[in-house]
């Protein structure tokens, strides 16, 4: 039973965000013949969400010519299609996980530092995947075949890993595709090694509070202070999000914060000060808690750049060069990053308080 302590830390406060809501689903043909397709649509039927069921498998948008009334109708359109054989061939995601999951691919959230922006091609319409079923199947064959934690003397008792949050936010889906409640319980009964992972800006964790996990699924908050929310529209409020983490951890799942981006504007050190005693003080006397922390700072290439400065032209986001570096990939591609001295400062801060303030946390990474 929880204290009176307990109780008044997983209370929400604030404005509440309502689960989000298409103006109109686009079923494809191939789509609607998978069970778990034919389940969603029934979902979104219940809502009375406008269900347009195309003759084939092409998605014909026709979205405005106009790119701010195009991005609008992209972001209140949900497409259910098929996981091409592609899509179901596992990609590595160094530093989180062993491998890629994609269960959708697209947000409905409004964040001014989108990293889909340039990594999605086209409007940005949220699709997700109908063949459930398949994309499951293929995932044992690449048990322990990893290399971030399978291989990892540090991170080798999560097993291989599988991220599900690389090109979406499944939790703010969930409500219409029921796809994450699938693969949790999908991946609690597998008896293996193995780890599903997912990481959220949203807070509605009620329906995967009674899933029989066994603990093979953690959940991270994805948080930043509350002067940088004006960034993360139609999100929760970071507020319920670690609330939400609460209940998650009290339900016996390995629970982790994802403090991403890290955006060193003015005033951050108090701004991050105080976010991370607003965690400490949501997941004090969890019993067994099992905590991770991931750093993140925030950075950006050209294209992306450009992709977000159309989406959002108003932006007080912060993205000149001012303490910024160009770092290249292996890959030949170029990022810009904060500079060595703004990310040692940064570094040297988190680590200092997450050790304060979240004890019992290991830091996974930073970056």
């Not at 991946?187 to 293996?192: D, I, P, Y």
């Not at 019993?287 to 290439?301: G, Q, S």
């Not at 007080?316 to 060595?340: P, S």
Request: net charge positive; proline share 6%; hydrophobic share 40%.
């Amino acid at each position: 039973m929880e204290t009176q302590h307990e109780l008044t830390s997983t209370k929400p406060t604030g404005a509440r965000t309502r689960a989000w809501r298409p103006h109109r689903v686009l079923a494809t043909r191939s789509a609607r013949t998978f069970a778990h397709g034919q389940a969603i649509l029934a979902r979104v039927a219940e809502q009375g969400i406008e269900i347009v069921e195309l003759t084939g498998d092409r998605l014909n948008l026709g979205f405005s010519d106009d790119p701010r009334r195009a991005y609008a109708e992209a972001k209140s359109t949900l497409a259910l299609v098929v996981a091409p054989p592609s899509k179901r061939r596992l990609q590595p995601i160094a530093p989180s996980a062993d491998w890629r999951i994609d269960l959708a691919e697209g947000c409905p959230a409004h964040c001014s530092y989108c990293y889909l922006a340039g990594s999605l091609k086209g409007p940005p319409i949220t699709r997700v995947y109908a063949n459930l079923e398949e994309i499951l199947g293929a995932v044992p064959e690449y048990l322990g075949q990893g290399r971030i934690t399978s291989r990892s003397t540090a991170r080798r008792a999560e097993g291989t890993t599988f991220e599900a949050s690389c090109y979406t936010d499944p939790l703010a889906l969930e409500p219409l595709t029921g796809s994450l409640s699938a693969a949790i319980t999908w991946f609690g009964r597998w008896n293996a090694d193995a780890q599903l992972r997912f990481t959220s800006k949203f807070a509605d964790v009620e329906p995967l509070l009674g899933l029989q996990h066994n603990g093979r699924t953690r959940m991270r908050a994805s948080i930043n202070p509350r002067a940088y929310a004006r960034f993360e529209g139609g999100t929760a409020p970071v507020r319920d999000r670690l609330a939400a983490l609460r209940k998650m951890a009290l339900a016996g799942y390995p629970v982790g914060l994802t403090v991403a981006p890290i955006i060193a504007a003015e005033g951050w050190e108090q701004a991050y000060g105080e976010l991370l005693a607003e965690a400490g003080e949501a997941l004090a006397e969890v019993p067994a808690l099992d905590l991770t922390v991931e750093l993140i700072t925030h950075r950006y290439n050209s294209g992306s750049k450009a992709v977000l400065d159309s989406w959002y032209p108003s932006s007080a986001l912060d993205m000149t060069d001012a303490n910024r570096v160009t770092k290249r990939t292996k890959f030949g591609a170029e990022k810009q990053v904060y500079d060595a001295t703004t990310m040692r400062a940064l570094r040297r801060f988190f680590e200092k308080r997450i050790a304060q303030t979240l004890p019992s946390a290991r830091v996974l990474y930073w970056t």
